[in-house]
């Protein structure tokens, strides 16, 4: 039985060089969007409340709805994503932004503005969901560099954006900022929807609207106090009680995620090691980015009497702080390449290392502008490399069905860290302060402290992100890594099946409800129907002859003519009444019967197997009819380069039974994934084989339900290859052999018309290669890596 992978459609569109860089220009471009976004509100923050004639109080939901909406929609555009179109999704979030950015641009009071921000803030999903798009739609030479591109637009918008609004803002009417807004909205959407393709990738399956409305109520019960509680009171029983309901609200709401068939968030694909340590290590390096965001401006424009300040306008500020966003567009491809070679955790931990070296210099440096540039593009370039690590992180641990609601949650888990940064930076700015005149504001050494508790949490996810896992080398050189078939893409044969019953001309006439889990109303556990006749045949009243019935027997097989002993066997009518019921032995033979001549639907069903329905024409003599069962286990991996670990695509995959028989082939995708399904629960041989790489076998044992993960590394294949020549001339069937340094004949080839030779698949170290024709020569020759060895040979005539 051979079943085909998914390979991506060989339409053109992403195989062009072009139009994938059109791809992720465009996707970039939407991610500096949204940043923009975010900022450009920052410089008419103060005179908010004398814009809209409200409190400050007031006024400071312009910034926190923003956030909240945010947090509440990205997670769900994620699963949208997944769901119905990761591209539909992204132009919804786009046409979110140019909604709110118009709502905000007409207001002239408080609560469209609040509307407006709260709809600009709902357009939080672009990053991820281009992040996820990108997955889909790029080879995988280009993945890396891509998505460290696209993670650095949220930081790239973030530093033109400050400048960029103190320039309108100084010049135009407030309202010119959020009709830019609009207008860079309305490009990128127009863009998306003539460049980006839509991915193929769906999960399909309903949306968890229950998980929807928990999440959201907890992330709003967590958020809102951190985001409020220097206004309200860090004691008070607001802010405390809040807290408390999303401790509360938010366990609930885990415990309802775990046992839905189709989760918002998946929470045991979060639980993974590597998806769980680096959501922790983005919720640290959330924090310690903000830190940066937080203080340096204020720095820079506090007055020179103050003795730290520099007295900078806001947009001379901005202009400082630019270069750091240029810098991480800049260090993006370094990231990428550095993932590629060492993997992302490797700039992940660098990435942090230098973000915190970043913190101690400002606090050494604070006196003139050039200082706070430099700090500024160390830690722009620290960010870089860890915003580029991260996707590749998430997305090299989950299928890629899942990828747009795991890139929106480690996006969530970067907001909830720069939401609390912002929190405690306001508690120790607002609790160290000096005295300015008639004002207090913060002093010098509050803000060093404010750097040293940044640079403290760069550390920090530097020390969480040292426990991503590693990938584990095997005895034969390849790197597994089996979990557990649990999870939202697991199909389990237990539950309830609805059989449709055709009649014989086809038409479907009828409907029977099947409970699969414990074979049917009056059966065991085990699928046997109790038997009150003192046989202890376990075969049931329903299934022995009674007067004028027709027997009906055959044997339940799985693949390659197995027996499948115990499956629960059951003869309905068409319309849908239960007539007779059984259950296979260990041989898998069966036996029901029917009640007169006529058409039946005959049902079949096993643990670990596809319920199958079958229609019967029964005459006035026995009836003989096998049932084939399908297994509703499956496969499904990544294949990686063991040097790199950069995924492999097009190699060769192959499952064997452990009688050699080969049950599926395929070949991954570019992104290295494979997906093997209707598998049988055993012990099955996966096989993987791909050009520059050694082959590689290994027993992986499949779970009774779901989907069973492997990952696989292939280490790279030397090649040792040349001309033979025989008086300068190219010497056609000389014979080559490859000898290893144990004296072992590895391999013996001839050369072609042109005199090359080739050997390919070997290990590194030393061989001699030995050409024969004319009196033999031998040379030593030594391989490494996936390097080709080039060793060309001259026979000459031995001199007379």
Not at 570 to 593: A, C, H, K, N, P
Not at 640 to 648: F, K, L, N, Q, T
Request: net charge negative; charged share 10%; glycine share 12%.
């Amino acid at each position: 039985m051979s079943h085909a992978l998914p390979r991506p459609a060989d339409d053109g569109v992403v195989s062009a060089a072009p139009r994938a860089k059109a791809v992720v220009a465009v996707l970039a471009l939407g991610g500096i969007v949204v940043s923009l976004m975010q900022t450009l509100v920052i410089p008419i923050v103060p005179e908010l409340p004398k814009l809209l004639n409200a409190p400050a109080s007031d006024t400071a939901w312009a910034v926190t709805a923003t956030l909240l909406a945010a947090a509440v929609a990205v997670p769900m555009m994620g699963r949208l994503g997944d769901m119905y179109g990761k591209r539909r999704l992204l132009l919804t979030s786009l046409v979110l932004l140019v909604a709110g950015s118009v709502t905000a641009a007409l207001s002239d009071s408080l609560t469209p503005m609040i509307i407006g921000r709260a709809l600009q803030g709902a357009a939080g999903g672009v990053i991820p969901l281009g992040i996820s798009i990108m997955r889909d739609e790029l080879p995988a030479e280009r993945l890396g560099s891509a998505t460290a591109m696209m993670s650095a637009s949220l930081g790239v918008g973030a530093a033109l954006g400050l400048p960029a609004a103190a320039l309108i803002a100084d010049n135009f009417d407030w309202h010119v900022l959020f009709w830019s807004s609009a207008g860079m909205g309305v490009l990128a959407l127009l863009l998306v929807l003539f460049v980006v393709p839509e991915s193929k990738v769906r999960t399909g399956g309903r949306f968890d609207v229950v998980g929807g409305v928990g999440m959201a109520a907890g992330l709003v019960c967590l958020l809102l106090p951190i985001s409020k509680g220097g206004d309200w009171g860090w004691d008070s029983g607001t802010t405390l009680g809040l807290f408390g309901a999303s401790v509360v609200v938010l366990l609930l709401w885990g415990w309802y995620e775990l046992r839905a068939e189709q989760p918002l968030v998946d929470l045991r694909t979060t639980a993974r090691r590597q998806v769980l340590v680096t959501n922790l290590a983005s919720v640290a390096l959330g924090f310690g980015m903000f830190a940066m965001s937080l203080v340096l401006p204020q720095l820079l424009q506090l007055p020179e009497a103050t003795g730290y300040g520099l007295g900078k306008s806001l947009l001379t500020a901005g202009l400082v702080m630019a270069p750091s966003g240029l810098v991480m567009m800049a260090v993006a491809p370094v990231s990428a390449a550095l993932s590629k070679a060492k993997g992302p955790k490797a700039s992940l931990m660098l990435g942090s290392l230098i973000v915190a070296a970043g913190y101690g210099l400002q606090i050494l440096l604070m006196s003139e502008v050039w200082q706070f540039v430099l700090v500024s593009c160390v830690i722009g370039s620290g960010i870089g490399f860890t915003y580029g690590a991260m996707p590749s992180l998430i997305m090299g641990a989950v299928p890629p069905s899942q990828s747009g609601a795991a890139n929106s949650l480690n996006t969530l888990m970067r907001s909830i860290g720069t939401s609390t940064a912002s929190a405690v930076a306001g508690v120790i700015l607002s609790q160290m302060t000096t005295r300015l005149g008639p004002l207090s504001v913060p002093s010098e050494n509050g803000f060093k402290t404010v750097l040293a508790v940044g640079g403290g949490a760069a550390l920090l996810a530097f020390a969480v992100a040292s426990f991503i896992p590693r990938h584990v080398a095997t005895a034969s050189g390849g790197g597994t890594s089996v979990e557990g078939a649990s999870g939202s893409g697991a199909t389990a044969a237990a539950g309830a099946a609805v059989v449709a019953a055709p009649s014989p001309a086809g038409a479907v006439v009828g409907a029977a409800a099947y409970d699969s889990s414990v074979g049917g109303a009056g059966m065991d556990t085990l699928g046997r129907v109790p038997s009150d006749s003192g046989t202890g045949d376990g075969l049931g009243p329903l299934a022995r002859p009674n007067a004028g019935g027709i027997p009906v027997t055959g044997h339940v097989f799985a693949t390659e003519r197995v027996p499948v002993a115990t499956a629960a066997v059951t003869l309905i009518s068409l319309g849908g009444e239960q007539l007779s019921r059984s259950v296979s032995r260990q041989d898998g033979s069966y036996g029901v019967e029917a009640p007169s001549a006529g058409s039946y639907v005959l049902i079949a069903s096993a643990e670990g197997f596809q319920p199958q329905a079958s229609t019967l024409v029964v005459t006035d003599v026995p009836v003989s009819y096998d049932v084939l069962l399908s297994g509703t286990s499956g496969l499904a991996g990544l294949v990686r380069s063991a040097d790199s670990g950069a995924p492999v695509a097009d190699a060769v995959v192959i499952v064997t039974d452990v009688r050699g028989e080969v049950l599926a082939t395929g070949r991954t995708d570019v992104l290295g994934e494979f997906t093997v399904t209707d598998l049988v629960p055993g012990t099955v041989t996966l096989a993987v084989n791909s050009p520059k790489h050694r082959p590689l076998a290994l027993p992986v044992e499949i779970g009774s339900t779901g989907a069973t993960r492997v990952e696989v590394e292939l280490r790279p294949g030397a090649h040792v290859r040349g001309t033979v020549r025989g008086g300068g001339a190219p010497l056609s069937d000389a014979r080559v052999t490859l000898v290893d340094a144990a004296g072992n004949v590895i391999a013996t080839t001839r050369t072609d018309l042109d005199g090359a030779y080739a050997f390919s698949d070997l290990d590194s170290g030393a061989y001699t290669v030995i050409a024969t024709g004319y009196p033999p020569r031998a040379a030593t020759v030594t391989v490494s890596g996936s390097d080709a060895d080039e060793h060309d040979i001259e026979l000459t005539h031995s001199p007379e």
